[in-house]
């Protein structure tokens, strides 16, 4: 059994101009079949998840009665889950859904703020004012959550870092206790990515983008929010539990329309396509289009790219544990040359170097040092 399971809702009220992830305008039947297929596959597992982090999409988007029924499904692989997240989007996390949620054991919501600017989460396509996303986040305290989450983007074209600065400050006075902050990305295929080629936006430029994101760790920090991996920032206490296991290469299995899943050896994808979905698991059919066996080097190469990105790095003797490769002879040219780039270090417990883990310049360039490890 996987130590966690994700579920991917792939409905939103409207697509974003910057998403690349995969959602389709909400459907209330569509919904409800693709809800059913997902139960379906729910009432086949057997135990209960370390973590459960429905995700999307928005899976608020669902109808309270479609959303019940699903978290009602949940609640057997839950039952003994250290944490069992929702993501809702300010213009759907109504008190209603939420109050159910949280009846129904869910103990974190991830709401996705984005902006406590208007005018940017205008710039950002989002359906949501700022007025709906602090309500959201205040009703989600008044009703009983206690791990609240919230997202927050930066770097759009034009943006002022002066005006971000002053975003954290206000992010920091909302009830949450813990915050991912993402740098925006031009993804191929999106609306936004072709404003960018159509020359219609200008990127800013990458000093501005990295001195906004040491803002962010600096102001995050003043207020008791510990950076612990490349973009996320929380109290203590209030790490991801789902997100580490994820940066620590642990198996998870993935339910819904393009939702990845690994199983120790082999990772796949599911189909991204939510009807077609729908389709092979009720034929009983396989419903990934994607799969690769990883040879046990892969697989700790693997692991040492997503768990440099954590403050605490990697430590030799669990790096050993895990994957059974010594990481210093494994990675005998990446690691000289990227201490040599300033981008990581050795930690040193006394005289003995225990571990490496990114320095300040590494958690700027932090693609880099993965794709070195790889
Ligand atoms: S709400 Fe989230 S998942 Fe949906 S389109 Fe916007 S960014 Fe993408």
Redesign the pocket.
């Known amino acids: 059994m996987a130590s966690s399971l994700y579920v991917h809702i ?7 101009i ?4 995969y ?1 389709r305008i909400y459907k209330e039947s569509e919904a409800s079949d693709y809800v059913d297929a997902i139960l379906l596959q729910l009432s086949k597992l057997t135990g209960s998840f370390k973590t459960v982090y429905v995700g ?3 899976p608020t ?1 669902l109808g309270l009665p479609l959303l019940k029924k699903l978290v009602q499904g949940l609640s057997r692989v839950s039952k003994d889950s250290i944490e069992f997240t929702f ?1 809702a ?1 300010p213009e759907s996390a109504d008190r209603d859904r939420m109050k159910m949620l949280l009846d129904h054991g869910v103990n974190r919501i991830s709401i ?1 703020v ?1 902006s406590i600017k208007d005018e940017k989460l205008k710039d ?4 949501h004012d700022v007025g709906k996303a602090i309500a959201s986040v205040m009703d989600a305290s008044k009703i009983g959550f206690d791990n609240i989450s919230i997202d927050l983007i930066f770097g759009l074209c034009g943006e002022k870092p002066e005006k971000w600065k002053r975003e954290l400050e206000e992010a920091v006075r909302l009830p949450a206790k813990h915050i991912s902050c993402y740098e925006l990305t031009y993804e191929s295929g999106t609306p936004l990515f072709g404003m960018l080629e159509n020359r219609a936006i200008t990127p800013l430029d990458d000093d501005v983008v990295a001195g906004m994101y040491e803002t962010a760790i600096e102001e995050l920090a003043l207020r008791d929010f510990k950076q612990y991996e490349v973009s996320n920032f929380a109290k203590p206490g209030f790490e991801s539990q789902h997100n580490m296991n994820y940066w620590e290469n642990s198996v998870y299995l993935g339910l819904g329309a393009s939702a990845f899943s690994y199983d120790g050896q082999t990772r796949s994808r599911n189909v991204s396509d939510a009807c077609e979905y729908v389709r092979l698991v009720l034929a009983g059919k396989n419903v990934t289009d994607f799969s690769e066996r990883l040879p046990p080097e892969r697989k700790a190469k693997e692991t040492a790219a997503v768990k440099i990105r954590t403050r605490e790095g990697i430590d030799f003797n669990w790096f050993k544990k895990k994957t059974g490769y010594d990481l210093e002879d494994l990675e005998k040219k990446a690691i000289p040359k990227l201490i040599d780039l300033g981008l990581i270090r050795y930690i040193r417990k006394g005289d003995a170097v225990t571990g490496i883990n990114l320095k300040r310049k590494g958690f700027l360039f932090c693609d880099t040092v993965s794709s070195s490890l790889l």
Do not use: V
């Not at 792939?10 to 974003?16: A, G, I, L, V």
């Not at 910057?18 to 992830?21: A, E, I, K, R």
């Not at 950002?124 to 359906?127: F, Q, T, V, Y």
């Open positions: 792939p409905f939103c009220k409207r697509k974003c910057y998403c690349n992830f959602s999307g999409g928005t988007a993501e989007n996705g984005q950002l396509g989002r359906i």
